[in-house]
């Protein structure tokens, strides 16, 4: 059977006792989430959240970017999120990576550059620390709590950044 196939019966089953209908798009908890993509981290397990406590946004590496910002943004002034937890991890496929022979792969295989940057990961505290720091440089986040972590895949563990 296509995985598809699998990921909707799996929704009918999901559906048949679906109880969630009712809650509000404001998250229970004011709280928004900056993640990785990575499909060890567990956010609602990690931090002990439940459907409708938080707003997640993942992508690769955890990156604070122009569209996460905009997410972020849309968040705290529509639907009235206060604090943000950045949370990037270690083990990640963007620590170490070498984005400059990604972009040669791409061109010689596809014909053409790639039109964004990856976000490849040096040293992962830093990386925290420049995503804290844009996220409280912009004027368009609200900096009640903002507030950068790693998790560590092996442990299960968060370590906080300092900004």
Do not use: W
Not at 11 to 25: K, V
Not at 114 to 121: E, M, Q, T, V, W
Request: aromatic fraction near 4%; proline fraction near 3%; charge should be negative.
């Amino acid at each position: 059977m296509p995985r598809v196939d699998r990921l909707l019966e799996n929704n009918r089953a999901y559906a048949e006792n679906f109880a969630s209908g009712d809650l509000p798009a404001s998250p229970a908890q004011k709280l928004m989430v900056l993640t990785c993509m990575d499909a060890r981290i567990d956010v609602y397990k990690i931090l002990g959240l439940r459907e409708g406590d938080a707003h997640i946004i993942r992508n690769a590496g955890g990156i604070v970017t122009e569209d996460s910002l905009r997410s972020i943004f849309v968040s705290q002034k529509l639907l009235g999120t206060e604090t943000i937890v950045l949370i990037q991890h270690t083990e990640c496929g963007m620590l170490n990576l070498d984005e400059d022979l990604v972009r040669r792969q791409v061109r010689s295989e596809a014909g053409v550059d790639l039109p964004f940057d990856l976000g490849a990961i040096e040293d992962l505290e830093q990386s925290v620390r420049r995503g804290l720091d844009a996220l409280t440089s912009s004027p368009f986040i609200n900096d009640k709590e903002v507030r950068g972590f790693i998790y560590d895949v092996r442990t299960g563990t968060l370590l906080e950044v300092a900004d």
